[in-house]
T-cell receptor, first 116, second 117 residues
Framework: DSGVTQTPKHLITATGQRVTLRCSPR?????VYWYQQSLDQGLQFLIQ???????AKGNILERFSAQQFPDLHSELNLSSLELGDSALYFC???????????????FGEGSRLTVL | AQTVTQSQPEMSVQEAETVTLSCTYD???????LFWYKQPPSRQMILVIR??????QNATENRFSVNFQKAAKSFSLKISDSQLGDTAMYFC??????????????FGKGTKLSVKP
């Protein structure tokens, strides 16, 4: 158990709909990362938050948005869903930068999104 | 831009034998970390082994060891005494660390390893 919790584990929805994926990082971790894993694109970095602020942006579509709340949990919002958005969405968290430099990210079990 | 390349999409090995998975990366950074993650059918991403770029000594974790060649930007994973439970996708990954600020994890495309009885 990595200590990172993601909900829901599975989600089936229709094109055009909007969904929200939730992530609770490990206790004490300030950084949250979102990744998308699909068969054709592999593991793609979407976005990173650090202590509530956006730190880095990767290949995140404009239809997608995220935020990190004061209690450090994060949500990834996916809107106007398309068939190609079907993927496994991972959240990961990491040790605060000043608290030990291991570079390691701890992953949740992922949320499997299926768009029909 | 940093990239990670895994040139072996699939590999297989007999139980109890040794297998080596290849990984090369490209970066202009001097401070970074390299990882091998395992993703079994359960889909959980599990850290197998980690290597700090500033350490010349190759990392070892039980049956798993790496051959880190910094000049060649090569980072291969050796699995000794392969077990059926090692069957999984293996991802090589890179994360930079400059000025104390950690970047995001960049993954290779993965190598699907099958351990045969």
């Amino acid at each position: 158990d990595s200590g990172v919790t993601q909900t829901p584990k599975h989600l089936i929805t229709a094109t055009g709909q909007r969904v929200t994926l939730r992530c609770s990082p490990r206790s004490g971790d300030l950084s949250v990362y979102w990744y998308q894993q699909s068969l054709d694109q592999g593991l793609q970095f979407l976005i990173q938050y650090y202590n509530g602020e956006e730190r880095a942006k990767g290949n995140i579509l404009e239809r997608f948005s995220a935020q990190q709340f004061p209690d450090l949990h994060s949500e990834l919002n996916l809107s106007s869903l398309e068939l190609g958005d079907s993927a496994l969405y991972f959240c990961a968290s990491s040790v605060p930068e000043t608290a030990g430099d291991t570079g390691e990210l701890f992953f949740g079990e992922g949320s499997r999104l299926t768009v029909l | 831009a940093q990239t990670v390349t895994q040139s072996q999409p699939e590999m297989s090995v007999q139980e109890a034998e040794t297998v080596t998975l290849s990984c090369t990366y490209d970066t202009s950074e001097n401070n970074y970390y390299l990882f091998w993650y395992k993703q079994p059918p359960s889909r959980q991403m599990i850290l197998v082994i980690r290597q700090e770029a500033y350490k010349q000594q190759n990392a070892t974790e039980n049956r798993f060891s790496v051959n880190f060649q910094k000049a060649a930007k090569s980072f291969s994973l050796k699995i000794s005494d392969s077990q059926l439970g090692d069957t999984a996708m293996y991802f090589c990954a890179f994360i930079s660390n400059y000025g104390g600020s950690q970047g995001n994890l960049i993954f290779g495309k993965g190598t699907k390893l099958s351990v045969k009885p």
